[in-house]
C-alpha cells in the first residue's frame, strides 16, 4: 500500500526534507527546478532560488541555513533575502551540494558530488563556529547525513554503503568511519535518512520505492512502500512528529515508470510511523 500524497507539486529531484518545530511546517527543495517549497493554512508555497539549493537547517522562527551549488547562505522567508555566510566549492562549476542537517552542537553538515554524479568528486563538509570545514572527501554522492548523540552517519550512495563515525564533545569526527551498513548484497541504494526518538536509522531507498528502518546495530526493522520509486530524504513532523514525511524524483524514470507511479516526484506521507526527534537549530551567532 502506497504512502498519502502530502504535496501533489511534482519536482524532477525533490529532496532536504526539514520539518520546522517552531513553525510547524515542512519544507523541502525542487534542486533542478532552483525551487525551495514548502505549504501553510493558506496553500502552496513557493521561493525561486539563483541557483541549485539541496538542503536546510532551521536557525529562528523566519531563518533558514541553506545549502546551494556555491554557498551556505542565511535565507530569510519573509522577505526572500539571502545573506552568504560561506562559499562551498564555489570555484568548482562542476558540482553542486545534496545532502545536509544541522547536528546536535548546532553544527550543520553539507555535502556535495558532481553534477553527473562523477566519481569520487563528493565530499562533506562542516559549518561550525563561523568555519567551513572539509570532514570527508573522495564520495561520489554523500548522502545520508543524520546524528545520535555522540556519532554521525552518512552514505555514499554510489556504493551502497552507510557510514557511523564516532563525534567528540564539540561535534568533530574523532575516529575513523566504520561500515554500519552495506546494502550492495541487496541492490539497494540509500539517499537521505533520519534518526527518530529510539535511535531507529530511516533510510530513503533510491530505486526501491521505500524507506527502511534499521535499529541501532543495523538490524533491519521495517520498511515503508511510498509508491514513488525514487525516494530521496525521510523527515518526522506533524503532530508529535508521528509523520513520516518524504520527497520523491521524476529524475531517472522514463516515460512508462511515469506513468505507472503518477505520485513520483512529489511529497509523501505515511501517518503514526514512529516518534521523529525535532531537527536542532543551527547556530550563527
Known sequence: MSSLVYDSRPCELGEGALWHPERGQLFWFDILGRRLLSQDAN????????????????????TLLIASETALFRFDLPTGERTDLVAMEADNPETRS??????????????????????GQGAIYRYYEGELRQLFDGLTIPNAI???????????T???????????GDGWPEAEPELFLDLEPEGLN??????????TLWVALWGAGKVAAYAPDGTFLRAVDTGAPHNTCPAFGGAGLRTLFVTSALEGLDAPRREAFPHSGMVLSEPDVATGRAEPAVVLD
Open 98 to 119: 545534496n545532502d545536509g542537517r544541522a547536528d546536535p552542537w548546532g553544527g550543520f553538515w553539507a555535502s556535495t558530488m558532481g553534477l553527473e554524479a562523477e566519481k
Open 158 to 168: 554510489d556504493e551502497s554503503k552507510i557510514y557511523r563515525v564516532a563525534l567528540d
Open 190 to 199: 540509500p539517499d537521505g535518512a533520519v534518526i527518530d526518538a529510539d535511535g
Open 146 to 156: 543524520c546524528f545520535g548523540r555522540d556519532f554521525a552517519h552518512y552514505a555514499d
Open 43 to 62: 496553500g502552496a508555497l513557493a521561493w525561486q532560488m539563483t541557483e541549485r539549493c539541496s538542503a536546510a537547517g532551521w536557525v529562528d522562527h523566519d
